[in-house]
């Protein structure tokens, strides 16, 4: 077995073990440019990685990982409370509760610069489900989230958030 010499390109990476330099591979899909890696794991991980991206319906490990990496640094970045960012608000609450529904909508004219869009839907005839998008720093818009789903008489409330950058 021939043994690999070091090799030290413009485009390296760094050593490897042994004093080893990889190359970068460059490529190019439809998204524009991408470098190739390695990444090495057990054999149990990588079949439960295997499982698990073939129930969210990967076509390959490549769009798990992206999504992953996009994903932690999405998290990364909401430690930050200037962070723009876009949430989905999620309320169910029941409207016959005195004044709740009168303050859930004062509450949102009160923040009309970081309303993108709602949505309301009667679940029964008690019960109905907001739906709010809004957007822009995270600190306040989280604070506003908080305030909707802390009221009085909100039954359930969640918030996704996803960031811009």
Known sequence: MAMARPVMKSGSFGRRPGGIV????????????????????????????????????????????RDMVRAALAEEALTDERAEVVVTIVLVYDHHLRNLTARLTQHQHDALDLITATLHVHLDE??????????????????????????KGVQHGDVMVTTLG
Do not use: W
Not at 24 to 34: A, D, E, P
């Open 22 to 65: 990889k190359k970068r591979q460059t490529t190019s899909n439809s998204r524009g440019i991408v470098q190739r890696f390695g990444v090495s794991m057990e054999p149990a991980l990588l079949r439960r990685f295997d499982a698990l991206i073939a129930r969210k319906g990967y076509a390959t490990r490549s769009e798990a990982l």
């Open 126 to 151: 008690h019960r109905c489900l907001e739906v709010l998008v809004a957007r822009g720093r995270y600190g306040r818009v989280r604070r506003f989230a908080d305030s909707l789903i802390s009221m």
